[in-house]
């Protein structure tokens, strides 16, 4: 059965008429699209996983109320987004003072990689899916409130109609387009000025080029060469840790003051985060006789020079699907 199920296709009068099993079996194909639809609201990874299974649940519990004038996968957006909504009203947590979103998480592109494929006639959606999981929308997003977040994603990002985000929301129609506009000027706000200034789109020569220069001065710890590869405006930051660097000066400065020359034996895996270059860093333990995780430098690449680093912590290695450990031989 398609993404867009209706009861007719399931052959039932209703959702009460299937049991647990075949009911999982429905929602499970659309596990992955719903995950990266509350990550986009939520900025988290984890929290969106957490979102889904709620999702889950709801759905089964109130699987009677499904009366088929929408596809199933919409009435499971619809109780995901709620299911956002009110995790949001609980616990939203505010951007630090510096403006730097700390509780974002990377998203791997290997899961990504799960989303139903757009339709070659459908470039534009496709381009859409790609720049609103990039790391720079997704903290702009985050500074939105909750509600415009979800008008914005749910309008811009799905292409709901307005009729529907209004009644999933009891709001207006009226209401509903006040806040679109309202979050599309948030947005731009927190977003570079020009749209190729944030968005990365896709990967090319030059790219992969400025990424192995990246890596081998990283290595080496030489704070010149890196610094030859960044934008004079680039920003720097390393949630959850406070602190958000802007200018080559400052983010060098803040490298140097570090101790970052000084840190030695080095190795790097490559990957990909949320549509971005990735670079893994890894480094050498005497104790447990490999190369243990470090660091996770995250790159936006815009006119041919690096524009952000979002570094994250070895805690996220996993879930990024990254070796454990590198043995000393170079091996994996």
């Known amino acids: 059965m398609g ?8 052959g039932v009068s209703g959702l009460g008429e299937v049991d647990e099993p075949a009911f999982s079996g429905l929602a499970e194909r659309h596990r992955r699209e719903l995950h990266v639809h509350c990550y986009r609201m939520l900025g988290s990874f984890e929290d969106a996983e957490d979102t889904v299974q709620e999702t889950f649940l709801r759905a089964w519990r109130r699987r009677e109320t499904f009366e088929g004038r929408s596809t199933f996968r919409a009435w499971l957006y619809r109780i995901a987004t709620n299911a956002c909504l009110d995790l949001l ?13 700390l509780w974002l998480q990377p998203y791997p592109d290997r899961l990504l990689d799960e989303l139903p494929a757009g339709g070659a006639d459908e470039p534009e959606a496709v381009a859409v899916a790609r720049e609103t999981i990039e790391l720079a929308y997704l903290v702009a997003v985050q500074h939105l409130a909750p509600r415009p977040r979800a008008v914005l994603i749910l309008r811009d990002v799905l292409g709901w109609p307005a009729k529907d985000v209004a009644e999933l929301l009891g709001d207006s129609v009226n209401s509903v387009n006040s806040a679109l506009q309202r979050a599309r000027a948030g947005m731009r706000e927190h977003l570079p000025a020009e749209r190729q200034d944030w968005t990365v789109g896709e990967e090319d020569a030059g790219t992969r080029e400025l990424v192995r220069r990246y890596t081998d001065a990283s290595v080496a710890t030489d704070v010149g060469r890196l ?9 720097s930051s390393m949630p959850p840790t406070p602190g958000l660097y802007v200018g080559r000066d400052t983010v060098v400065n803040y490298w140097v003051e570090s101790g970052f020359e000084g840190m030695e034996h080095l190795r790097t895996v490559l990957t990909s985060v949320n549509r971005q270059p990735a670079v893994a860093f890894y480094r050498w333990r005497e104790r447990e006789g490999a190369y243990l995780p470090l660091t996770i430098d995250v790159l936006r690449i815009t006119g041919g020079a690096i524009a952000e680093i979002i570094t994250f912590h070895d805690d996220q290695f996993p879930r990024l699907g990254l070796p454990e450990r590198l043995p000393a031989d170079g091996t994996e």
């Open 227 to 235: 610094a030859a590869l960044l934008r004079d405006d680039v920003r």
């Open 3 to 10: 993404a867009n199920t209706r009861l007719e296709e399931l």
């Open 89 to 101: 009203a609980k616990c939203r947590p505010e951007p630090a003072t510096g403006g730097e979103v």
